[in-house]
């Protein structure tokens, strides 16, 4: 390597370093006095991956029961440049897309990955959404052009159920198909599959978790949905419709704690709060003042052993923030944009751990997924 090539590699070296010590070190000034703040796990995944394959935008993450955590990406998010050595012949030496679905042990050792097209019929346009249940159900969905399904799978990847279909969209209170679903949370003691529907149907929809019959669907405050928004919200756009509160936006994310379901109204900046049965509870809101138009709740997750609190994921801020889920108030927050390790790039989606570690989804050519851990 020449000197002046050398040179060049030490300053961009330094210049990472620094900017991860700044990063963290701008998050742990927000954190209250007593709160541990959180760093970015360098060493997690494990890396390369395998076979020469690449990751494009991961959309989601999941943490089973087992502590092992799985990944749902986007190999069309991939360009012939970075897959070249796909093609016939090899435009590269590296790499190829690797499977829409990984499993990766606590260490970061990848474990299993299956799906796409060429393993299962009318795979998703625009992979979205992952969740594993307590019964080591892999649970995924899309939400691309045509995605009206969700499928259910084995660890191995063995379909067992799938839930709608791909295609032309029906009506937004339709129970037989999805309209670009985001997110989803199964109660296996319930025997029920909650799922967020999502960028078109902007609605809770609820399955039987075996045989995926339908059980109910509500909107916005519990209330019934209205069969005529889709072409509604169409019109506006999405995003478009922002801080009109007597509708839901994007409904991009659900979850559970308690006997409480939490739905994020992406858009609106909040997230509201149900009964399983979907009776209208309350909402709370986060980063209303400056949340672009893309919104702010992205996501949210429970935080083992705090039964009051939740993470909420902003992505558009590139924020995580762990928030009192009755009043609003902020507890802790973690906040730095940028490419290096330990910044945020478009976060989409979040998972906590046993052990309260966060795994982080990042998208928008950002292609990766990251582990938080509480300082020591």
Known sequence: MGTWNCANFLRLTLAAALA????????????????????VDTDWPQQ????????????????????????????GTLGDWDI??????????????????????TEGNLLRAWGGLDQVEDWFTSEHGIFVDDEDNVWVLGAGAGDGQLLKFT????????????????????????????????????????????????????????TGEFKRQWTVYGREVDPQFASASDAIGSRGARHELEIFTTVHCITKIGEEIFVCDRTNDRIQVFTPEGEYLRE???????????????????????????????????????????????????????????????????AVDRQGRF??????????????????
């Open 20 to 39: 991860t010590i700044s990063a963290n070190a701008a998050a742990e000034e927000s954190e209250p006095a007593g709160f541990p703040a959180y760093e």
């Open 48 to 75: 390369p991956l395998p076979n020469q394959w690449l990751i494009g935008d991961v959309g989601n993450v999941s943490v089973d029961r087992n502590n092992h955590i799985w990944v749902i990406h986007r190999p």
């Open 84 to 105: 070249g050595a796909s093609q016939d012949p090899p435009t590269t030496k590296c790499c190829i897309a690797a499977p829409p679905v990984l499993e990766f042990d």
């Open 155 to 210: 660890m191995d990847g063995e379909l067992l159920l799938r839930i709608g279909r791909k295609g032309e969209f029906a009506a937004p209170d339709d129970p037989a198909m999805l309209g670009m679903p985001t997110d989803i949370y199964t109660d296996t003691q319930r025997r029920e599959v909650f799922v967020a529907d999502g960028y078109r149907n902007h609605r809770v929809i609820v399955f039987d978790s075996e």
């Open 284 to 350: 709370v809101f986060f980063n209303r003042e400056i949340a672009g138009t893309a919104g702010s709740t992205w996501d949210a997750a429970p935080l083992p052993g705090h039964p009051d609190w939740l993470v909420v994921l902003d992505g558009t801020n590139s924020e995580f923030a762990i928030i009192d889920h009755h009043s609003g108030e902020v507890i802790s927050s973690y906040l730095s944009k940028g490419r290096y390790a330990g910044q945020l790039h478009w976060p989409h989606q979040i």
């Open 359 to 376: 795994y982080i989804a990042e998208v928008a050519t950002a292609g990766r997924i990251q582990r938080f851990e509480p300082a020591e």
